[in-house]
């Protein structure tokens, strides 16, 4: 129960996060270039590096906080950060087929779930 708990109020802030913070890259940016997302993106999969390195070399946290700060947090604040992590940990282990293909993959698949919603909405 500690470790939805932890999920869920960290989910909660991540959420909190990214609306802040896309808001506020847009503001300076302007939404002509989604600026905002990226920024998330790419903090997000920086932060996913960071944590899951540090819980998997160190004692620095327990399960229940990683959890927290990986589905939770980062699951609120984007979800390309677990992608990113997938991705490396393939390159990094060597397996470039299965990293190219999870990159294609992911793009070409969002791209069309994309799609299909935005299809979807406008039937509405």
Known sequence: ???ILAIAVFGAVGCVARY???GGVYALA???FPWGTLAVNVIGA?????????????????QELRLGLTIGFLGGFTTFSTFSY????????GEFFSASL???ASVALC?????AGIMAARQL
């Open 20 to 22: 802040l913070l896309a």
């Open 30 to 32: 302007g939404r002509a």
């Open 102 to 104: 999870n990159v294609l």
């Open 86 to 93: 997938e991705t490396f940990k393939l390159l990094e282990d």
């Open 46 to 62: 920086f932060l996913i590096g960071l944590i899951m390195e540090a819980a998997l070399r160190t004692t620095l946290m327990s």
């Open 1 to 3: 129960m500690t470790t």
């Open 111 to 115: 791209l069309v779930g994309t799609w």
